[in-house]
């Protein structure tokens, strides 16, 4: 055992040797799209557009730690504040109040979603020296993120008069009739790949997060607002692009 024990610590002691440690501390900032997909039931297809994907677009903003463990491989790990929104302009609303298809043009709507959240992300990552101080990365790794706020509106007016403006039908987290329930969770996982560009003390950095849970806090979709009637699971993820221009304001 002790040799084993002797035999194991000599390995680490030379991999340990031959490693080039380094670290750095920086910040970086850039564009996000939040996009939150929903897996539709066939019975509205013919809206499948509009129920499977969300898209929101936003910015990023957040403190980056770079460590280089051995020549070439390391890890970035950070924590980020995210911002997506998104809004859609008056239009035709060609479904009944039972969201079924229908020729009568009854309302107009409109929609407004933001989001607020906080991330924790760890990218295993490689980085090739293409020249003297210019790197090539390659990454991959897990985030954590805590929507702080997340807030999905829908308005509708009467189609003809279009001067009747009815309230918000839904809202996110944040409701004011205290009958009305939590759609989202608060926490998603998600696994990104992506690659980068550094020069010196700048890089740049971009790629694209797999939503790894549920997003959606309902069992069944006919739970969801203006779905009522239908007793599928309700299944979908949280997807984001993203890209990221930083600089490390300290290296050892």
Known sequence: MKRYTTLVLMILCAVWAKAEFTQAIGIQLGYTQPIYRL???????????????????????????????????????GLNYSFGASSQSWQDYPYDDNGNPTQHIKYDVSAKESSHALE????????????????????????????????????????????????PIKVAYEYL???????????????GVGAGFQYGRYFIRGGYDFGLINPYSKQQFGEMPGYDGDDRYTRGRLDQWQIKLGIYLWEN
């Open 39 to 77: 897996n539709a039931p066939s019975a509205y297809t013919a809206n499948r557009e509009q129920l499977d994907k969300t898209v929101l677009n936003g910015f990023k903003l957040g403190l980056i730690y770079d460590a280089n463990i051995i020549k070439g491989f390391g890890c970035a790990m």
């Open 177 to 191: 009739d205290a009958e009305m329930a939590q759609y989202y969770r608060r926490l998603n996982v998600t696994w």
């Open 120 to 167: 924790v992300f760890v990218d295993w990552q490689y980085k090739f020296e293409i020249a003297k101080n210019t790197w090539v990365i390659l990454y991959s790794g897990p985030t954590i993120q805590c929507n702080l706020f997340l807030s999905a509106k829908e308005f509708y007016r009467d189609h003809l008069s279009q001067t009747e403006v009815k309230a």
